[in-house]
């Protein structure tokens, strides 16, 4: 309920057309830290059950999405005048994960178009996000950086399922793993081992029958005992413990 309440009460005070005209007459500027608050609390009120059920995630996708375009202009106003570039990876990463999720509101066959193109427009998101992870590194923590390649890992996925070119998510989740093997992304529930079952998928794709059984090896929560003999069967069923048990 505090979150819906934040969510009112910050549409009284802002709209992303306002928040331009409002700083350049009063250089008056909330906290980038708060915009990328309420934009998780956006995000989150779709994928940690916290909505009503006739509720419109289309709404909440989009907030969140301003809410981080504008901390894109709150961290400029902050650190321009400094001369510095401020931790855009942290506004580029909210702004790829919801363009990411925002396109899975969109499976239906008459609708690939709306949602390849919010595909296409996260891609360039978590790209401009890898791209500045190394402007400020006091001000980006582990958990930034684990965020922007776990988001490539699974759009560049997603996009390579029309090309079949899966090696940028796997480089992707190497630098992740390598980071922190124990991620959680603290945004939706999905941890490392959702990111070992990506892994193990795009192996499979690739016959590659004894990579696609370590990543399942790799995942606690299921009994997966594949690389014994590596049949396929038995690959395929581990794969379907981790789905049902999700």
């Known amino acids: 309920m505090k979150k819906i309440i934040s969510f009112i009460f910050i549409i009284f005070l802002i709209s ?6 409002d700083y350049q007459e009063q250089e008056e500027i909330l906290d980038y830290e ?8 956006a995000f989150e009120a779709v994928n940690l059950d916290e909505i009503s059920q006739d509720s419109s995630s289309a709404y909440y996708y989009n907030f969140a999405l301003d ?3 504008v901390s894109l202009l709150a961290i400029d106003f902050e650190f321009d005048s400094q001369g510095l570039v401020g931790p855009v990876s942290k506004s580029y990463n909210g702004i790829g994960w919801s363009q990411l999720y925002y396109a899975s509101e969109f499976l239906e066959p008459s609708m690939h178009q709306t949602r390849d193109s919010l595909r296409q427009q ?10 500045n992870l190394n ?35 796997l480089d992707a989740s190497d630098s992740l793993l390598v980071l922190d093997d124990r991620y959680d992304f ?14 193990g998928k795009i192996y499979l794709s690739q016959d590659l029958l004894a990579d ?22 038995i690959i395929l069923d581990c794969f379907n413990q981790f789905v049902i048990g999700d």
């Open 212 to 233: 696609a059984c370590e990543e399942l090896m790799d995942i606690p929560s299921i009994a997966c005992e594949c690389d014994v003999n590596l049949d396929i069967n």
């Open 67 to 69: 809410m981080f375009n």
């Open 186 to 199: 603290i945004h939706d529930e999905f941890t490392i081992e959702n990111i070992h079952y990506l892994r």
């Open 34 to 41: 708060e915009y990328l608050y309420q934009g998780w609390n």
């Open 135 to 169: 402007n400020d590194s006091q001000l980006l923590t582990t958990k930034d950086r684990c965020d922007t390649y776990a988001g490539l890992a699974y759009i560049n996925y997603y996009l390579g399922l029309d090309d079949l070119d899966f090696q940028s998510s």
């Open 16 to 21: 992303c057309s306002d928040i331009v005209s």
């Open 122 to 131: 996260s891609k360039i998101s978590f790209d401009s996000a890898y791209v």
